[in-house]
């Protein structure tokens, strides 16, 4: 259509020198020839603007973002990038010149290979994995006009917590096969123990079932409650407590268990403590799993310790037992989600608690903190604002 144009424009023009047509015929189509121009230029001023609003913006935050990006031509120059670029790929700090390679900025093979295969083989779109002993990448590229963006994520984290989903559900399938095959040994043992009409190991039997039905409900209510987490269900309760009474309920419920292990169970309330607001559901849930790995990891004739004190702006509960502790290295680790210690804290235990624990204090704008060594103990420090 242009060149159409541009022809009939030609020809006008002939004819304005020439003087061989009216003025009449000739300006009404140099003016629309001269609209169209005039159209077009605006097109293409448009263009340019935006590109120069979208170049400005990719300016302004490039260095924010959390992926790294490059721009190559296609002789693998780097025409741009941004700082993340450097440190995923642990590069000394480059300065941009129009004679910076791909490889002034990595060396590593399968990067410099991807992104020229991207150009030779004409790839509009592509996506390479790359592994690194510490690191993970996924690595994007898309041809746009003469050019070739790379961008490049670091998913460690993603894939970390892929496999320690995994784990958890390998574990907590165990788990529940657990109680369940002895629930199943101890009903037969049961049924046997009837037909000889004793009542000693009725009661034994008994006893050994309710057990096992109180571990399915836990490993069932910690499900639940991770669900409830993720999917943001959780729900809260507001309300005024004495925090003593909470206290005495939680001594109460794990009487058998510390009688069972000769653990004593010792507790100071500072006097005149206020009530405090809390959803007392969550934070006895929070509490019961902190006595419960308590009891679980302290040896026989041991003790536990729990302190509730308060100043001006918050409540302050301490809980410590003299069992076995944790590792320096586990321990910035053991409110993460799934997350298992090495050794013996880690059997029978699912690697969810401790982080429903420090999500319900979460939820209460509180802070939980924990201290331990091998073989002294864990020491578990709680802070509550008053509302």
Known sequence: MIRIKIQSFKIILSDILNQNNSNEKIVPEFYGFKNLITHKINDIKDEIDYSKSVLELYESSKNSLDDGIMFLDF???????????ISLLDSSELSLSKDNKITDITKNL???EFCSESVSKNQNEKIIELSFPTRHYNIKSKLINQYLLVVIKDVTDIISLDKTRKEFFANTSHELKTPITSMKLNIEALQNSKLKRNDFDFEFFLEKIKQD?????????????????ESGQLKVNFEDIQISDLINELKEEFSSILDAKKIKFEYSIQKKIPRIKIDKS???????NLISNAIRYSNKDSKIELICIYDDENFYLNLRDYGIGISDKDLPHIFERFYRVDGLRSERHSGI??????????????????????NEGLLIKIKIPFI
Do not use: C, P, Y
């Open 75 to 85: 002789d693998m120059n780097i025409l741009n990038f941004n700082n993340k670029l």
């Open 282 to 288: 969550m934070f006895k849930t929070a509490l019961e």
């Open 213 to 229: 039905s109180n571990r399915l409900e836990k490993i069932s209510k910690e499900i639940i409650d991770v669900h409830a987490i």
């Open 353 to 374: 608690g401790l982080s429903i624990v420090k999500q319900i204090i979460d939820v209460h704008n509180g802070n939980i903190t924990a201290e331990s060594s091998i």
């Open 110 to 112: 399968d990067i410099i």
